[in-house]
């Protein structure tokens, strides 16, 4: 199992923050360096000093970190045009050397688009919208050096684009997409994924969207074994109960809670659950950090869950 360490920005956090749990994670050995992509906290926090772009912090990242894996869970398709965020993500994959991901998803949160003036579709326009940008993004990137790139959809039209510039992973970066829709949700995931994953969602219903996109992926001809399968949960570890009870109180979030539907409690119980979802068959495990200040809780993980996982 790949562990992986996924932020949340929006609830507040500067760049040298991020830096310094980026740089923390990759010392201690952790696969990647994710974090979400919204614009307005959520809950009753602050949110001070306010939203970081999500490109913008990774373009950061891509010269300040050597080894991380780079990414989004996940770019809203409502942020950005479809052929600049191709050129975007293509940069910062040559900024690192190769490293970025990029998870991308039809943006869900209404609240932080009427905030920041940015148009609000519905679920069924977004979803469209989302198509048509992964059809556009991964037809620049794939087009030959010295061809030319066109796509006429309902929402975007491209013309005669020389498809530049390219990503420096070939063809393309990796493409995440995730989400429990039981209907269009499991068919892009098996046009377009090359990793699957689902934040916050229990063991039996994991089971279930995984097997949904699998059918998908089985009625296209695909092998299903191409993608790489995930979770995203909540991370609260603690060395004792005492220690448990102080880093839910921090995100406030109580630990009875915490264990029944994220990763909390000791080393033994974390490893315990990792491996409930390793069994039907997720291979990475974003664990989500929210209290950024708390680098000890990375450095607990990484000595004490991750040799065992």
Known sequence: ?????FTEPQQGASYDQLLAVARCAEET????????????????VSGEPGPTDAWTTLAGLARDTARLRLGTLMT???????????????QVDQM??????LGIGTGWYAEEHSAYGIPFPALRERFDRLEEQLAIITGLWET????????????????????????????CPPILLGGTGAKRTPGLAARYADEFNLPFV???????????????CAEIGRDPDELVWSNALVLCCG???AEV????????REPAELRENGLAGTPAEIVDKIGRYAEIGSRRIYLQVLDLADLDHLELVAAEVMRQV
């Open 76 to 90: 809203a398709a409502t942020f950005r045009l479809p052929g600049p965020l191709a050129i975007t993500v293509a």
């Open 1 to 5: 199992m790949e562990l992986r360490i």
């Open 239 to 241: 060395r004792d109960e």
């Open 202 to 216: 229990s063991v039996e219903d994991s089971a279930a969207q995984f097997e949904r996109v699998r059918w998908a």
């Open 245 to 252: 009870t102080r880093r839910a109180a921090a995100i406030g």
């Open 144 to 171: 030959p050096v010295g061809k030319t790139f066109d796509f006429l959809g309902k929402y975007y039209q491209v013309r005669n684009s020389p498809a530049l510039p390219k990503p420096a992973q070939r063809p």
């Open 29 to 44: 050995g952790f696969a990647a360096f994710f974090r979400s992509d919204h614009y307005l906290k959520m809950g009753s």
């Open 96 to 101: 690192s050397g190769g490293r970025v991901e």
